[in-house]
């Protein structure tokens, strides 16, 4: 649910673009139930897309949420930035 909006502002940003979900959504006791490695696949995608500069996790994540995504984009290159639109900047 979230590439479609992370696509399109990396698509349009001029500055970098972040993305720092939380581990699903909280279960009858108020726990997240999104292990690391699913986290880390998507994020991992996002990265190999091109689609971001800087990455973490919100509610829910853990040490072991992040050292995962740190692992899955460990050798991606951060989203290079469009060009600036030539007729917005008149």
Known sequence: E??????????IAECEVSTHPNAGL???FGE?????EAMA????????????NL???CCGT????????SEAV???PPRARPAPDAAAAA
């Open 55 to 57: 990455v973490g996790g």
């Open 2 to 11: 979230l590439r479609p909006h992370v696509q399109t502002l990396a698509n």
């Open 74 to 76: 460990r050798d991606c």
């Open 26 to 28: 909280p279960n009858a």
């Open 62 to 69: 853990s040490p072991a949420h992040i050292k995962a995504i």
């Open 41 to 52: 696949s998507v994020l991992g995608e996002f990265a190999a897309s091109g689609l971001l």
């Open 32 to 36: 997240y139930d999104e292990t690391p």
